[in-house]
């Protein structure tokens, strides 16, 4: 049977070919291997018969191309079977840039990676000049870098400065310096788009070339001197044995300078060897964990129109923004105004830094309503729960609410601690109590826990899955447990820190041992960020519904009675200055050898544990949880991954010693014979 046609081909009366992607049975375009090879041989067809010039173009609605097809990612045997695709792959955007005839790439929506890399190969770019308007090369999120002549191209368009910059980072540039740092040659309505290409092909202006001091950047001599800089920058922020990509993206271009066909190759070598390294397969494991969260919202699900939130402080405040940012009407209910001025306030401030144009500000602006009095329950498809975490309050709050709910609204509680099952003790319909649980800051931690209990229906459970894709969030469903998954099992690890301080160790060293394992930041500069009244109240509930030993929190305690609560209040562990920790000089202190062992095994047990008790459905869930949740250090692909990746007889005999030394928080949890065996 032959394989459906995912380019159509076209040339009109003026001589003009009109290559047009459709990718057969999927919403977004993307560069399989099949794909490319049939663009190769519609190319070699032009190249024998040159048209007047060459537009292509993308029938999806929602974009040009997103890039390679990362699932392909996962076949490569090694780096010889990674390196014929890719160059393969080179090859085709070779024959694109060789047409003898003006190319133009008409881009609406978003060009990455791979697709972006495809336009690169074009001699003009047109693009839609509006918000949605995303050009990049975000491989380096994947552990590898621009394989289709991107680390070249980019270059020798843009300048060396900018084109390390969008690829160094990962980061998307938009509408807004599309054109002036020159990805684009013009920007038009989409109305605009066929004719402006059309027009180009007729006038053949001048190609884009970077500014003369850019180009000298790429000199030989030159290049020696701002290498070191550029590795540099990236240093400040992640070591090449945590991710080799970015330094090899630099290393190429300080070799070749962007010039010549070594260029190309070298990039192909480099890319197929960087797919052989763990940094790339669990980044690439991630990536495809994020589309199955992704997947989860029910596509029949009745999309949330109205949220009544109740409780303005942080949390309450900030998923009310959210909201209202996401396109939703929101009322926000406390107990008097004075509690919910500083949330719309606050509201105000993330409408500012995320919405440029002036008129949808003002829109996100009227979709939030303070509600003192609670008028928009009766209206409301979710009704949200944010108050402080007290059982018998909430359940007092239920019974004032449940009676004026929509027969069919959601009511969620953002408990962070509270198992669902007190709570919905009372409720006249517990079925339809449903745990979504945020984690802070709102706008920037992707995860949501969507959280069952005894008495929860499922298509409810389902609705709440929907609601945080709607959101733009990443819903994890898990059963109601203490603590969930992600407090669950940071609690440990936040412990541990505690236990190591305790002993002498200095703040900042217990930090640094963690962050040079990779994480984001060390537990304790975590404990602030999330808020040390936070940390303490459900560290010990946690602790107690488990009956799990905990370390003496007197330094804490002492903390929080000076309302030292954290970032939040300027002072925790850590004094903050302007969004920062100020963090003491430990000269000549070391942390112990086995302190990471420490802090990250206790963890990893405790998602054993998770697994065990079937808190959640699978490991991938629960990897996925963790690092959505906490930041858990990406390039290992999650704890569970990295035990496995470690050896699962490794970290028992690690275990097991560490509980000799240190006691039994550190004794193997059974969960881990499941995992050995390769049942779990």
């Given at each position: 049977?032959?394989?459906?046609?995912?380019?159509?081909?076209?040339?009109?009366?003026?001589?003009?070919?009109?290559?047009?992607?459709?990718?057969?049975g999927?919403?977004?375009?993307?560069l399989s291997?099949?794909?490319?090879?049939?663009?190769?041989?519609?190319?070699?067809?032009?190249?024998?018969?040159?048209?007047?010039?060459?537009?292509?173009?993308?029938?999806?609605?929602?974009?040009?191309?997103?890039?390679?097809?990362?699932?392909?990612?996962?076949?490569?045997?090694g780096?010889?079977?990674a390196?014929l695709?890719?160059?393969?792959?080179?090859?085709?955007l070779?024959?694109?840039?060789?047409?003898?005839?003006?190319?133009?790439a008409?881009?609406?929506g978003?060009?990455?990676?791979?697709?972006?890399?495809l336009?690169?190969?074009?001699r003009?770019?047109?693009?839609?000049q509006?918000?949605r308007l995303?050009?990049?090369?975000?491989?380096v999120?994947?552990?590898i870098?621009?394989?289709?002549g991107g680390?070249?191209?980019?270059?020798?368009?843009?300048?060396?400065?900018?084109?390390?910059?969008?690829?160094?980072?990962?980061?998307?540039?938009?509408?807004?310096?599309?054109?002036?740092?020159?990805?684009?040659?013009?920007?038009?309505?989409a109305?605009?788009?066929?004719?402006?290409?059309?027009?180009i092909?007729?006038?053949?202006?001048p190609?884009?070339?970077p500014?003369f001091?850019?180009?000298?950047?790429?000199?030989?001599?030159?290049?020696?001197?701002?290498k070191?800089?550029?590795?540099?920058?990236?240093?400040?922020k992640?070591?090449r044995?945590?991710y080799?990509?970015?330094?090899?993206?630099?290393?190429?271009?300080?070799?070749?300078?962007?010039r010549?066909?070594?260029?190309?190759?070298?990039?192909?070598?480099?890319?197929?060897?960087?797919?052989?390294?763990?940094?790339a397969?669990?980044?690439v494991?991630?990536?495809?964990?994020?589309?199955?969260?992704?997947?989860?919202?029910s596509?029949?699900?009745?999309?949330v129109?109205?949220?009544?939130?109740?409780?303005?402080?942080v949390?309450?405040?900030?998923?009310?923004?959210?909201?209202?940012?996401?396109g939703?009407?929101?009322t926000?209910?406390?107990?008097?105004?004075?509690?919910?001025?500083?949330?719309?306030?606050?509201?105000?401030?993330?409408?500012?830094?995320?919405?440029?144009?002036?008129?949808?500000?003002a829109?996100?602006?009227?979709?939030?309503?303070?509600?003192?009095?609670?008028?928009?329950?009766?209206?409301?498809?979710?009704?949200i729960e944010?108050?402080?975490?007290?059982?018998?309050?909430?359940?007092?709050?239920?019974?004032?609410?449940?009676?004026?709910?929509k027969?069919?609204?959601?009511?969620?509680?953002?408990?962070s601690?509270?198992?669902?099952?007190?709570?919905?003790?009372?409720?006249?319909?517990?079925?339809?109590?449903v745990?979504?649980?945020?984690?802070?800051?709102v706008?920037?931690?992707?995860?949501?826990?969507?959280?069952?209990?005894?008495?929860?229906?499922?298509?409810?459970?389902?609705a709440?899955?929907?609601?945080?894709r709607?959101?733009?969030?990443?819903?994890?469903?898990c059963?109601s447990?203490?603590?969930?998954?992600?407090?669950r099992?940071?609690?440990?690890?936040l412990?541990?820190?505690?236990?190591?301080?305790q002993?002498?160790?200095?703040?900042?060293?217990?930090?640094?041992?963690?962050?040079?394992?990779?994480?984001?930041?060390?537990?304790?500069?975590?404990?602030d960020?999330?808020?040390?009244d936070?940390?303490?109240?459900?560290?010990k509930?946690?602790?107690?519904?488990?009956?799990?030993?905990?370390?003496?929190?007197a330094?804490?305690?002492?903390?929080l009675?000076?309302k030292?609560?954290?970032?939040k209040?300027g002072?925790?562990f850590?004094?903050?200055?302007?969004?920062?920790?100020?963090?003491?000089?430990?000269a000549?202190?070391?942390?112990?050898?086995?302190?990471?062992?420490?802090?990250i095994l206790?963890?990893?047990?405790e998602?054993?544990?998770?697994?065990?008790?079937?808190?959640?459905?699978?490991?991938?869930?629960?990897?996925?949880?963790?690092?959505?949740?906490?930041g858990f250090?990406?390039?290992?692909?999650?704890?569970?991954?990295?035990?496995?990746?470690r050896?699962?007889?490794?970290?028992?005999?690690r275990?097991?010693?560490?509980?000799?030394?240190?006691?039994?928080?550190?004794?193997?949890?059974?969960?881990?014979?499941?995992?050995?065996?390769?049942?779990?």
């Amino acid at each position: 049977m032959n394989t459906p046609s995912a380019w159509k081909m076209e040339r009109d009366a003026e001589g003009i070919v009109w290559l047009t992607l459709d990718k057969p049975g999927t919403s977004t375009n993307t560069l399989s291997q099949a794909v490319l090879e049939e663009l190769g041989a519609l190319l070699a067809q032009l190249a024998s018969n040159p048209p007047k010039g060459v537009v292509v173009r993308s029938a999806k609605a929602n974009g040009f191309i997103a890039g390679a097809d990362i699932k392909e990612f996962t076949s490569f045997k090694g780096a010889e079977d990674a390196y014929l695709l890719i160059r393969s792959g080179q090859l085709v955007l070779d024959k694109l840039e060789q047409l003898p005839c003006p190319t133009v790439a008409a881009i609406h929506g978003f060009a990455l990676g791979g697709g972006f890399e495809l336009a690169l190969a074009c001699r003009y770019r047109v693009a839609v000049q509006d918000e949605r308007l995303s050009l990049g090369l975000p491989e380096v999120q994947l552990g590898i870098h621009p394989g289709f002549g991107g680390t070249v191209r980019c270059v020798r368009l843009i300048g060396v400065k900018p084109a390390m910059q969008m690829m160094l980072t990962g980061r998307p540039v938009r509408v807004d310096k599309a054109l002036q740092l020159g990805l684009v040659d013009r920007l038009v309505t989409a109305a605009e788009l066929d004719s402006a290409a059309r027009d180009i092909i007729h006038k053949k202006p001048p190609t884009h070339r970077p500014p003369f001091a850019e180009q000298v950047l790429s000199w030989p001599i030159v290049r020696s001197f701002v290498k070191p800089s550029l590795v540099a920058q990236v240093a400040a922020k992640t070591k090449r044995e945590h991710y080799p990509a970015p330094y090899a993206i630099i290393d190429l271009w300080a070799a070749h300078g962007a010039r010549g066909q070594q260029a190309y190759e070298a990039e192909a070598r480099s890319i197929a060897q960087l797919f052989t390294t763990e940094t790339a397969r669990n980044l690439v494991r991630i990536f495809l964990l994020q589309d199955r969260l992704k997947s989860m919202g029910s596509k029949g699900a009745q999309p949330v129109r109205h949220v009544h939130v109740v409780g303005a402080g942080v949390m309450g405040g900030d998923i009310a923004a959210w909201c209202a940012l996401r396109g939703l009407t929101v009322t926000l209910q406390d107990r008097a105004a004075q509690y919910v001025e500083p949330a719309i306030k606050r509201a105000h401030e993330l409408f500012e830094k995320r919405i440029k144009d002036p008129g949808q500000r003002a829109d996100a602006r009227n979709r939030l309503e303070a509600d003192v009095e609670g008028t928009g329950v009766e209206d409301a498809d979710v009704v949200i729960e944010a108050i402080f975490e007290n059982l018998e309050a909430k359940q007092e709050l239920y019974a004032r609410l449940e009676p004026r709910m929509k027969p069919t609204a959601l009511l969620a509680t953002n408990t962070s601690s509270i198992t669902l099952e007190p709570l919905a003790a009372k409720l006249a319909r517990p079925e339809r109590l449903v745990g979504l649980h945020f984690f802070n800051p709102v706008p920037q931690m992707p995860l949501v826990e969507i959280v069952s209990g005894e008495k929860t229906d499922p298509a409810m459970a389902q609705a709440g899955v929907s609601f945080a894709r709607q959101l733009d969030k990443l819903p994890v469903p898990c059963k109601s447990a203490p603590g969930f998954i992600v407090n669950r099992v940071l609690m440990p690890y936040l412990h541990e820190a505690m236990y190591a301080a305790q002993e002498g160790v200095p703040l900042a060293v217990i930090d640094e041992a963690a962050v040079d394992f990779g994480m984001p930041m060390g537990p304790v500069e975590l404990a602030d960020v999330v808020g040390l009244d936070v940390a303490s109240h459900v560290g010990k509930i946690i602790a107690a519904e488990l009956g799990r030993p905990a370390p003496d929190l007197a330094q804490l305690d002492a903390l929080l009675a000076q309302k030292r609560l954290g970032k939040k209040t300027g002072a925790g562990f850590y004094e903050w200055k302007d969004g920062k920790p100020v963090k003491p000089p430990a000269a000549g202190v070391s942390a112990p050898a086995d302190l990471a062992d420490r802090m990250i095994l206790v963890l990893v047990n405790e998602c054993v544990a998770v697994l065990r008790e079937g808190i959640a459905a699978d490991a991938d869930l629960i990897d996925a949880a963790v690092i959505f949740g906490t930041g858990f250090a990406p390039f290992r692909g999650g704890p569970l991954a990295y035990a496995r990746s470690r050896g699962v007889q490794d970290v028992v005999a690690r275990l097991e010693a560490l509980a000799d030394r240190y006691g039994s928080r550190f004794r193997p949890d059974p969960g881990w014979s499941a995992l050995a065996s390769g049942k779990a």
